[in-house]
């Protein structure tokens, strides 16, 4: 049982990481569509359909699975899983930030520039990096 909880533990960051790298990226792309427009309100429903159909269930699975196999393999200890859970809790308040934005582009509230969203971009791509090697290599 203990490789079935590992298995869909990474089948569902897999989704998680799709979503957090795909939703600011339509976020690029919305920010210089006129507000109204059929660009504007098309990118609305993309952006609710991810966070809500995709983004959301899979952080959850990612937790429950991640937190059964951390149970399971007895790791609360070690160093590599703390430095690991750190980066994920970052990694779950980013998700809460966009959750955020797409309320702001269907409220037609928001201000930000498509470069802005563009560095936004490239946050979860730094947390993956460090998470895979945490979990993967052990370093510590
Ligand atoms: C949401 C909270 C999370 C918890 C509590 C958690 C916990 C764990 C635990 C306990 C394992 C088993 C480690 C082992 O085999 O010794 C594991 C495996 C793994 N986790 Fe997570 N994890 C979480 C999120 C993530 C995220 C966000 C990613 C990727 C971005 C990730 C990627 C992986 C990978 C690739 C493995 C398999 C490692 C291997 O087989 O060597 N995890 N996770």
Known sequence: MILWVKALHVLAVIAWMAALLYL???????????VGSDK????????????????TPSMLASWIFG???????NVWTDIWFIAKLACVIFMTGYHMVLAHWVRV??????????LFYRF?????????????????????
Request: glycine residues 4%; aromatic residues 14%.
């Open 105 to 114: 582009f269907a409220e037609d509230r928001n201000t930000r520039s498509a």
């Open 40 to 55: 504007s309100e098309t990118f609305k429903v993309m952006e609710r359909r991810l966070l809500r159909g995709i983004g």
């Open 120 to 140: 936004a971009n490239e946050v979860p791509t730094l947390f993956l990096i460090a998470v895979v090697i945490f979990v993967v290599v052990k370093p510590f």
């Open 24 to 34: 600011p990226r339509l976020m690029v792309y919305h920010a210089d569509a006129a």
């Open 67 to 73: 937190l059964w196999a951390a149970w399971l393999f």
